[in-house]
């Protein structure tokens, strides 16, 4: 009876992805600043916006420091893209289903962070129905149950997004996924900006694998203290933030920064899906994440160290490789990944000793 409930599941799900897989790339309606989403959260009912911050310099970047955002873009001056939701993107992650990660980690409780920051390869690995695979960067603090936590990048959703198409995908919770925890826009929190580039677009299939550009940094103010999404080519294009008022914890910095990839599998019985590139990071041609960097408790940019980055990986089935790039600056790199397998296959992995750096 599990057999047959589990195929149940899967063809009424099937059905949904097919009737609107096609057709539903980046549709979207324009709406004006202040009356999207965002600001119908209890929390910033007072929130005052901000619409050029002021962000870490970037190499080959000097105007990035106070960079203007509300710009003609595909929406008219002071308006901002909104995808158009279809029913499966209604889905409200609970932090649920069968996990993998294959990423770096700062030591929690080490130090404090503003941010993180790297160039990442964007892929579209072969991802169905009640599975997901993704390449992020995370920012984090407070105690388990009461976690901040935001992660922003790219992901292959077929559930969320009803195809499978490689988007610029966010996810965030202020209490550990137990009462908040959504995808993008779908429920108050983020902060769109930038008139071109929202969260929930695509990457055109016809350009990946390529390399793009993340960051998640909290503003060099030290006043309003929002953490902002910067993505692109070469790191210069602040999309917009999530305010300080969400967060207890994360308006004080962050104790965790993390940069890898990870796999969701909704259903115990289903394969789990290829991460990265869906091949092991033995292959030197396949890029993770490069030029991995940290903003540190002063606002400023800098460069990620061996000894302050700790392995996450927990199955057979992935794999994560460390390397430094030798130059005028070394860089700390990574590469990870895997093709997945089936639920016998992808066995867990014990966590890795503490170790005190």
């Known amino acids: 009876m599990a057999a047959v409930r589990l195929l149940l599941v899967i063809f009424i799900n099937l059905l949904s992805f097919y009737s609107h897989a096609e057709g539903n790339?980046?549709?979207?309606?324009?709406?004006?600043?202040?009356?999207?989403?965002?600001?119908?959260?209890p929390k910033l009912k007072h929130h005052q916006l901000q619409t050029t911050p002021n962000i870490p310099m970037f190499p080959g970047n000097e105007a990035s420091k106070s960079h203007s955002i509300v710009s003609p873009g595909l929406c008219p001056l002071g308006q901002v893209p909104i995808h158009v939701n279809t029913p499966s993107s209604q889905l409200i992650d609970k932090n649920t289903g069968v996990k993998y990660t294959a990423a770096v980690s700062t030591v929690p409780g080490k130090k404090t962070y503003r941010g993180g920051a790297a160039f990442y390869g964007v892929y579209n690995p072969p991802v169905t129905l009640m599975q997901s695979s993704r390449a992020s960067i995370w920012v984090q603090n407070g105690p388990e149950s009461q976690l901040n936590s935001i992660e922003a990048g790219w992901a292959v959703h077929p559930d969320l997004y009803g195809d499978n198409?490689?988007?610029?995908?966010?996810?965030?919770?202020?209490?550990?996924?137990?009462?908040?925890?959504?995808?993008?826009?779908?429920?108050?929190g983020f902060v769109q900006l930038d008139s071109s580039v929202f969260l929930r677009k695509s990457f055109p299939l016809d350009s990946l694998p390529t390399m793009r550009s993340i960051a998640i940094i909290q503003v060099t103010d030290k006043v309003t203290g929002n953490w902002w999404l910067v993505a692109g080519v070469d790191l210069?294009?602040?999309?917009?933030?999530?305010?300080?008022?969400?967060?207890?914890?994360?308006?004080?910095?962050?104790?965790?920064?993390?940069?890898?990839?990870?796999?969701?599998t909704y259903l115990e019985g289903l394969d789990r899906p290829p991460m990265g590139s869906g091949r092991y990071p033995d292959d030197w041609k396949v890029p993770g994440f490069t030029w991995?960097?940290?903003?540190?408790?002063?606002?400023?940019?800098?460069?990620?160290?061996?000894g302050e980055m700790t392995v996450i990986l927990d199955s057979v089935c992935y794999d994560l490789q460390q390397y430094t790039t030798v130059g005028a600056?070394?860089?700390?790199?990574?590469?990870?990944?895997?093709?997945?397998?089936?639920?016998?296959k992808c066995k867990q992995l014990p966590p890795p000793k503490p170790r005190d750096l």
């Open 25 to 41: 790339d980046d549709v979207f309606r324009c709406v004006k600043i202040s009356e999207q989403l965002a600001f119908k959260h």
């Open 165 to 188: 198409h490689t988007r610029l995908t966010a996810y965030w919770t202020e209490d550990d996924f137990q009462t908040t925890g959504c995808y993008n826009l779908l429920c108050p």
């Open 236 to 264: 210069i294009l602040p999309l917009g933030y999530w305010p300080k008022e969400l967060f207890d914890y994360l308006s004080l910095g962050a104790d965790v920064v993390k940069h890898g990839g990870s796999t969701i």
């Open 292 to 306: 991995i960097q940290y903003v540190n408790n002063s606002y400023q940019l800098v460069q990620a160290e061996r």
């Open 329 to 344: 600056v070394p860089r700390e790199n990574i590469r990870y990944g895997g093709p997945g397998g089936t639920h016998e």
